[in-house]
């Protein structure tokens, strides 16, 4: 069996993003001027630091993707019709669910529970499927397929579950 030695970065990711979790929070804590000053440098709406954190993160995996691997990766639909059940037929009424019953008389975390269930994070997808050693082309297209679906179910979802079910006073 060949076994791959994963990279201090690699073995130990999930600490680094604590730690920089974090490093965000504290930050934020005793230098409070700087999520202005992060959230004053924009393209119209577009927020360039998390642009570029996006790219910085999402770019060399995306490079590693065999392009010309993906029409035929795209006729086994087996593996994205189970993403497309258990991430928008499943996922967002699971938290939903969840939020209700742990959350009841905090309907502010509700809403953060819901919203974490019917918001993606599509890039670690491609950072955690990397560190696996999955198959590149696969997830290229999971990625692109919930992205899409997020795009048009995320408002959907939004209005429904939280418009519609859970009651905020302020």
């Not at 930050?27 to 409070?32: A, E, R």
């Not at 035929?72 to 996922?91: C, E, H």
Request: include cysteine; glycine fraction near 6%.
């Amino acid at each position: 069996m060949n076994e791959k030695k994963l990279t201090i970065l690699d073995k130990y990711l999930p600490i680094w993003i604590g730690l920089t979790m974090i490093f965000g929070v504290l930050l934020g804590k005793f230098f409070t001027k700087v999520a202005e000053i992060i959230d004053s440098v924009k393209i119209d709406t577009i927020s360039v630091p998390i642009a570029i954190g996006l790219l910085w993160m999402m770019y060399p995996v995306l490079a590693k993707v065999n392009y010309e691997k993906i029409p035929q990766m795209t006729r086994d639909w087996k593996v994205f019709t189970y993403s497309i059940i258990l991430n928008w037929a499943i996922g967002p009424f699971l938290m939903y669910g969840l939020a209700k019953l742990l959350l009841s008389n905090y309907p502010e975390y509700q809403i953060g529970l819901v919203i974490i269930g019917i918001a993606r994070c599509i890039a670690m997808v491609l950072i955690w499927n990397l560190l696996a050693e999955g198959d590149n082309e696969k997830a290229a297209i999971l990625v692109a397929i919930n992205s899409v679906m997020q795009i048009f179910l995320y408002s959907v979802y939004a209005y429904f579950l939280i418009g519609t079910h859970i009651n905020i006073t302020m």
